[in-house]
Nanobody, 126 residues
């Protein structure tokens, strides 16, 4: 059974940085896409970024382009989300998710993902 465990959230001032980690286990992830989503209070879950484990190609939501970087460490089966120049509107619970890819398209909606972590809180103060 695939398990995903996030870590690295916390409280940071606007303009600061955090790095989230998502440790994956229980599967062979070569053909998976890994995504980060976030959900702020009273809002719907939204896509943040995704990476294809094989090849490392990445995809970002427009509001985080240039500030966030998704990456993976094959040896550690871990996906990272480096978040720089954080803004108060980035405050949310961040979750990582995994989906077994069936084609070359990107996966940007939460319904498409099969496995989810519990999430980690990110709070950005102004």
């Amino acid at each position: 059974q695939v398990q995903l465990v996030e870590s690295g959230g916390g409280l940071v001032q606007a303009g600061g940085s955090l790095r989230l980690s998502c440790a994956a286990s229980g599967g062979t992830f070569s053909w998976y896409a890994m995504g980060w989503f976030r959900q702020a209070p009273g809002k719907e879950r939204e896509f943040v970024a995704a990476i294809r484990w094989y090849g490392g190609r990445t995809d970002y939501e427009d509001s985080v382009k240039g500030r966030f970087t998704i990456s993976r460490d094959n040896a550690k089966n871990t996906v990272y989300l480096q978040m720089n120049n954080l803004k108060p509107e980035d405050t949310a619970v961040y979750c990582c998710a995994a989906v077994l890819m069936t084609g070359s398209r990107w996966y940007r909606t939460s319904d498409e993902y099969d496995y989810w972590g519990q999430g980690t809180q990110v709070t950005v103060s102004s």
